[in-house]
């Protein structure tokens, strides 16, 4: 079984500040894992995915993330927040057999002027 | 490149009631997930449909079916609905030509309220 921890239900940022939302996995193989944004009535857009060819992971929209197996995360960060990014954020593992995503609880980001 | 849709947007059933959810899924791929978000919460996996199949099922009961037609889309069936089934549901559209069937693209979902 795998399962997916967000460290953080809300983050709250000033514009051009710099951007961590936490997430730490659990998995008894090495998992896929992705990051997911949603902003309000609208559906998940992938932001960027781990498939273990290089353990720091560039997304859209200026994203990175960083696969760090001895710690078991993958946090998302960004050097410099945007007033378009105030939406929620899910870390989701995946890599069963037939692809069943695990989501995260999620991270709602604020971002103020 | 068609993406994920879905019908309808909303919804708004009673207990006891059946409900068809149905999703068409984007140009090229062959795979269908269904996911549950309720409020303030993560999406949970329903089930999974490749080649008109189950392919893999979450911890949902029986009252939640689902059927994938020759054109990859795919409906949901919810019988009985309960006041716990309010929620958004979201498909998901994956192919496993591309070697990398977790990478699932999602369409709007749709808003579910049992009163």
């Known amino acids: 079984a795998q399962s997916v921890t967000q460290l953080d239900s809300h983050v709250s940022v000033s514009e051009g500040t710099p951007v961590l939302l936490r997430c730490n996995y659990s998995s008894s193989y090495s998992p896929s894992l992705f990051w997911y944004v949603q902003h309000p009535n609208k559906g998940l857009q992938l932001l960027l995915k781990?498939?273990?060819?290089?353990?720091l992971v560039k997304g859209i929209n200026g994203f990175e993330a960083e696969f760090k197996k001895s710690e078991t995360s993958f946090h998302l960060t960004k050097p410099s927040a945007h007033m378009s990014d105030a939406a929620e954020y899910f870390c989701?593992?995946?890599?069963?057999?037939?692809?069943?995503?695990?989501f995260g609880q999620g991270t709602i980001l604020t971002v103020h002027p | 490149e068609t993406g994920v849709t879905q019908s309808p947007t909303h919804l708004i059933k009673t207990r006891g009631q059946q409900v068809t959810l149905r999703c068409s899924s984007q140009?090229?791929?062959?795979?269908v997930s269904w996911y549950q978000q309720a409020l303030g919460q993560g999406p949970q996996f329903i089930f999974q449909y490749y080649r008109e199949e189950e392919n893999g099922r979450g911890n949902f009961p029986p009252r939640f079916s689902g059927l994938q037609f020759p054109n990859y889309s795919s409906e949901l069936n919810v019988n009985a609905l309960e006041l716990d089934d309010s929620a958004l549901y979201l498909c998901?559209?994956?192919?496993?030509?591309?070697?990398?069937?977790?990478?699932?693209?999602f369409g709007p979902g749709t808003r579910l309220t049992v009163l």
């Open positions: 989701v593992a995946g890599g069963t057999s037939y692809g069943k995503l695990t």
């Open positions: 781990y498939t273990s060819a290089a353990t």
């Open positions: 998901a559209s994956s192919s496993t030509g591309t070697g990398d069937y977790n990478e699932q693209f």
């Open positions: 140009s090229g791929h062959n795979t």
